[in-house]
């Protein structure tokens, strides 16, 4: 148990990982969003960062999102529509940084459209405006990741490309900010062999669903592994082991939480589970 334990916080150290735009209320922002992955069994993903209107404080706005936001996200869920949802706030007095993340992930593009033509997602659109900015929350679509990529900035990427039941398993999330003596135009080409290698490391040990975003000073990501235990040997093996240094070197952990269901708060995750 204390090796798995130790196991959950190392993943701060590799994943080195909103929600107003789930029904398509902010900008699309993707210069090669047209790359994105449409195959099939795979989630069409939105990688939302999500900014609170300015009349809220950040703690109505923590209130809203576990009382009203969340119980309304829930409503999409269903089979041929919204199939999970994770959302995460971080940390308190990170003014560079959105309020709140989330990865929303639907069936097919046609299931996305459905759920914003639907009567739930248009009273959801209705409150997206009375808690959001409008202008500063930006929903990303993840494009296909292959070993190949060179890391383009504000861009979300679909590491796995495969089926992901993110509803069951260990789900993280984590933001890693860029180590002061990696020089900023260094850290997207970097992170791009360091997420090489974590795929190499991890597929087949568990890790199941991988979607991050990144700019030149933070990455952001969720990750999906398939148990707790599949995690924890991934972690303690050496190619683990190997991958937690390649990420220290690169940045410093600001946030690694596990999503659990419940209320959500800075420095949290949540994860819905699926509507009745």
């Not at 975003?213 to 040997?233: E, I, N, P, Q």
Request: proline share 6%; with cysteine.
């Amino acid at each position: 148990m204390k090796k798995l334990l130790a196991a959950c916080a190392a993943i701060a150290l590799l994943a080195g990982c909103s929600s107003s735009a789930l029904i398509g209320m902010g900008p699309v922002a993707s210069p090669v969003a047209a790359a994105a992955r449409e195959t099939a069994g795979v989630p069409t993903y939105r990688f939302v960062h999500g900014v609170r209107r300015a009349t809220l404080s950040a703690s109505t706005f923590a209130h809203d999102l576990t009382t009203r936001w969340l119980p309304a996200v829930n409503a999409l869920q269903g089979s041929g529509a919204l199939v999970s949802y994770v959302s995460a706030m971080p940390p308190s007095g990170m003014a560079d940084f959105p309020d709140a993340i989330a990865l929303a992930a639907y069936e097919s593009p046609e299931a996305y459209d459905r759920a914003r033509a639907s009567a739930a997602g248009k009273t959801l659109q209705a409150l997206e405006a009375a808690l959001f900015d409008r202008d500063r929350t930006v929903e990303s679509v993840p494009v296909a990741w292959s070993a190949s990529t060179a890391l383009e900035p504000a861009v979300a990427y679909d590491v796995m490309g495969r089926p992901t039941e993110w509803h069951g398993g260990v789900t993280t999330f984590f933001i890693g900010r860029r180590q002061e003596a990696v020089p900023a135009a260094e850290f997207l080409s970097r992170l791009t062999g360091q997420v090489r290698r974590e795929r190499q490391a991890f597929e087949g040990q568990g890790l199941t669903g991988y979607v991050f975003w990144a700019s030149a000073d933070y990455k952001v990501s969720f990750m999906h592994w398939t148990d707790l235990a599949a995690f924890g040997r991934a972690m303690q093996s050496p190619q683990g082991q190997a991958v937690v240094a390649d990420s220290q070197a690169l940045m410093q952990t600001v946030q690694f939480v596990r999503a659990a269901q419940g209320p959500i708060a800075p420095g949290q995750a949540v994860t819905l589970s699926l509507a009745p």
